[in-house]
């Protein structure tokens, strides 16, 4: 029953991409699935080493290779585009690798999209729209303009921006989703979450950056992928869907909550230096996925959800611990 036979995923050893491919490797086993990713320091094969196989194929290689990508793309009927530089305090630190794959490695996937007729979808984030004041009753909906804060946001607006171009001026059949912040399994341990977890089982404080109490829209990776696929399969060409599961939470709400599940005092971590630029609040009205597409998150439960993520971590060290003192050296040297 699925629309699609021979996808081709971007970023797909990386969190969300990884969990979309377990996500259609499950649900869809009709669909045959070709990871594309390059294995910077936030892909990770083992993410999904386990699906290799008839249904699921890797090749490790960059979606800025234009030549690669027309070897690779005819035969696919659907680009799936994650990959992307992804971290908000790295664009911060070296914007440039952002500029590379998120604008220009977005622009080669559009280009071999359009010479082979290939659908194509476009995974965004909902840090294009810039921020909200805590106290806005407002939330993003599909027609709040862009304006993004970040150097990371901005490189994700400009390829979203292409996205828009192409369907426009060359017909290419794609659609684009912003999606809130995603947790869950398989996140890499330089994001808030998993970072916080992951100091507390190494016996390192849990850092807080300026007053805490900026909020972002928690939504579960799976809810992610459900939507992403909804939109994919069913959402209408050149159009723009927001994906979000009504989970505001200020940072030290979830700092708190983790120090909580895991056995420590509420107090037990440091406030440290502001990122500079810091969006104050996402927030997102998902209504339109809802109502056209009668999309539903699953993962309701934000603390039930964090209990499992916690347990994954505590679970899953040999998957995280080579990339833990690296992740913390980079941070180490951003607050200097
Ligand atoms: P991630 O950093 O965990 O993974 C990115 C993956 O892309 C990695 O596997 C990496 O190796 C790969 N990659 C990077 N550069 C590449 C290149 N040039 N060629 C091929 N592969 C490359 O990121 P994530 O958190 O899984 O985010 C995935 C997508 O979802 C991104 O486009 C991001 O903007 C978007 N998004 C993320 C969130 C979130 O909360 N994490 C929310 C909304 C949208
Ligand atoms: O140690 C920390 N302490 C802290 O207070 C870290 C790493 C973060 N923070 C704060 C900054 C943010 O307000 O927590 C919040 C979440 O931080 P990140 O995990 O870095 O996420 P964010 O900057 O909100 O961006 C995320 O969501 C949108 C993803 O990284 C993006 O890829 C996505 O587009």
Redesign the pocket.
């Known amino acids: 029953n699925a629309p699609f036979h021979n996808i081709m995923v971007t970023g797909g050893a990386g969190f969300i991409g990884a969990n979309f491919v377990h996500y259609v490797y499950n649900k869809f086993p009709t669909v045959h699935i070709t990871v594309l990713d390059a294995l910077t320091y936030a892909g990770n094969i083992d993410s999904i080493k386990p699906l290799l196989g008839n249904r699921v194929d890797f090749v490790h290689g960059n979606i800025c290779d234009a030549n690669l990508l027309h070897e690779l793309v005819p035969g696919h009927d659907a680009i799936v585009h994650f990959a992307a530089e992804?971290?908000?305090?790295n664009s911060i630190a070296d914007p440039e690798p952002f500029l590379a794959t998120n604008v220009e490695g977005t622009f080669r996937l559009l280009e071999v999209a359009r010479a082979y007729d290939v659908r194509f979808h476009q995974v965004s984030?909902d840090?294009v729209y810039g921020d909200l004041a805590l106290d806005d009753p407002n939330k993003f909906t599909e027609k709040t303009p862009y304006n993004p804060s970040s150097p990371y946001s901005a490189m994700k607006a400009s390829s979203d921006m292409l996205v828009r171009a192409w369907v426009r001026t060359f017909g290419v059949r794609a659609t684009i989703s912003n999606c809130s912040?995603n947790y869950g399994p398989y996140q890499h341990v330089?994001?808030?979450i998993p970072?916080t977890i992951t100091n507390i089982l190494e016996g390192r404080r849990p850092?807080?950056?300026g007053d805490?109490r900026?909020v972002?829209d928690w939504i579960h990776v799976e809810d992610h992928s459900s939507g992403v696929w909804k939109i994919l399969t069913e959402g209408r060409i050149g159009q723009t869907y927001l994906i979000g599961a009504n989970g505001e939470r200020s940072?030290i709400d979830v700092l708190r909550s983790i120090l909580r599940v895991m056995g420590k005092s509420e107090d037990d971590f440091d406030w440290v230096r502001d990122?500079p630029g810091?969006d104050r609040r996402y927030a997102i009205d998902a209504t339109k996925l809802r109502t056209e597409l009668a999309w539903r998150p699953e993962h309701t439960d934000f603390d039930a959800g964090l209990k499992k993520t916690v347990q994954w971590y505590i679970d899953n060290e040999a998957w995280w611990k080579p990339t833990k003192a690296a992740a913390e050296e980079r941070y180490r040297q951003q607050q200097q």
Request: hydrophobic fraction near 10%.
């Open positions: 992804s971290h908000n305090d984030t840090e912040n330089e994001k808030f970072r850092k807080l950056y805490g900026n972002r940072n990122r810091h």
